[in-house]
């Protein structure tokens, strides 16, 4: 080899041992994801699912059973507490099954199962075994329930940090320990089963006004890494998503009250349709994404709040090795910006 041609010397000569050493420093990251990262399963055959939505009658929930029935799911159970909407709920997926455009396979049934989440674990428990029995198994369970209280820490009563834990955090737990056994045995290579976690960006960063809320959503955060270990071997995806605010009925409620200085901050992402949210989600899980994070302030905060989690695509792997310090500089830059507009509201 002429090794003249790699001197330094000349100006052109830099170019192709630049060339080398990229493709180079490429090859090595490949190898190292290829090696890595958690091989992505995607769900083939939604002919062959039987989905669990809580939340299914309103809001995201109710995109998620839109874009389900659209995918061709076989099954769908919509879990919820008011009866009334449930039953309006059957009514219009029905309808909307029906009138499916390309239909090639049989309208996605759907059943509805009015029951309160926050009930004892027992009853909870019983009721959708019961269930189960009476249609089939679960495969594939998507918690989309969750209520937002935005109240600073001095005006949040105590019992509204255990009802933001019951809502956000409790009923992922419960339902999540009722058909787990059942979920990692239904999936396969080919078509695994999965869970879908919904947290909140505000589960991710601490905003102002969120105390109790946040805290919820962190959990499902913590919940979930900790979750992810124990599905390592088996068919059962794990996918946790962060939706900024979303234009929902639940959204309306909770702007009641809620701070000017939470309004600002979290207005600064932007308001999402219910429909691009729900869209996104049964995506990632389709894909058999570990994480879904919307936008480019979503895909920022997942990458700089990565910590000891799992990475699930080369693009978060390059980002979060290469750039992490960059963004954490970005961060504390939007850590100054949020701390200053709380201090000024102050005044
Ligand atoms: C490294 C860069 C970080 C970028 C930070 C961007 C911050 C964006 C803050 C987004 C807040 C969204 C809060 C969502 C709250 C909803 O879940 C809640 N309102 C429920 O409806």
Redesign the pocket.
Known sequence: MNLEYFSMSGPAYPLPLIAVILSCSIALIGLICAVLLPSRRKIRDWQATHCLVTGGSSGIGKEVVRNLIRRGAKEITIVARNKAKLSAAQKEFTTYARSRPNQSSAPTVIHVLSLDLSLDFGVIEESINKHVAETSAITNLFLCAGS?L?RVATDTPPTSYHSMMSSNFYTCTTLIKILLPSLAASGTSSNPSSILITS???GQ?G?YG?TA?SAS?FALKGYSDALRLELAGKACNLTIAF????DTP??EE?NKGKPEVTKY??D??GLWTAESVGDGMVDAVAKGYGFKYFGV?GW??HN?TAGMGEVDNVGDFVVQVFFGGL?RF??IC?GWMFRGIAKKAAK
């Open positions: 937002a935005a909140s960006a505000a960063i905003i969120y809320y959503k939706p900024p605010n979303t639940g959204f909770e901050i979290e600064g992402a302030d920022m905060l700089v963004l970005i961060g939007y």
